[in-house]
C-alpha cells in the first residue's frame, strides 16, 4: 500500500498511508475506534476503492470483517459448505481442523442464530483462514473470544507466520503487541511504526 487516502464526503479518514505486509510476517495496526482501521482493511482487502494510492497484493487474501457475513437461519456446516464452493475447496477439512483447534466442534451442526457472539466470531474466523490463503486481514479478530480461545488465537497465528504467511492483525487496543514482529498505530488518518507498547516512534 502506497500514499493510499480515503475520504468519506469532507472527512478524511486516511491521509497518505503506506503500509508493506512481507511473506512470514505478523503485524498489528492499533488505533481508537473511529480511526480508519476497518477501512484500512477494507481497501487492503479489495472491498473498497482508495480515493488515491495504490495498493499491490501479489497473493490471495483472507479477510475477517469485524461485522460478520454469516448467514444467521444456516447451521455452522452449512455456512462452512456455502463458503466451499465461493473459495472452490475440494473439503472443508482445513475449516474443521480450524474448528478444533478453537474448540467450537461440537456446534458444527448447530444453527448460527443460537450461538454466543464468541462462537460466531470464532466461525467468522475460521471462514476467513478455511481456504489457506497467503495473506490474512483480521480486524478485531479475537472479539469475545475467552482467555483460553485468546491464546489459542495468537498460537494459531504464530504457525501461520511460521508457514510464511502474512498476518495484518488490526485492534483498538495495544494488547500483546510482543507478539508482532512490527507494531503500527493509526492516528488522524496518518500511519505511524509504534513500539511495542503502541506509542509511535518519533512522532506522538
Known sequence: MRDVCKSYRRRAVLRGVSLDLPAGR??????????????????????????????????????????????EALTVEQNLRYFQVAYGLDTIDRALELMELLHFAEYRHARLGTLSGGTRQKLNLTVALMHDPPVLLLDEPYQGFDWETYLRFWSLAGALRERGRSVLVVSHLAYDTDRLDAVYRLDDGVLKQADRAGTCIGGR
Open 26 to 71: 505478523l503485524v498489528g495496526v492499533v488505533g481508537e475506534n473511529g480511526a480508519g482501521k476497518s477501512t484500512l482493511l477494507r481497501i487492503l482487502s479489495g472491498e473498497l476503492a482508495q480515493d488515491s494510492g495504490s495498493v499491490e497484493s501479489r497473493a490471495g487474501k483472507g479477510y475477517c470483517p469485524q461485522v460478520s457475513v454469516l448467514h
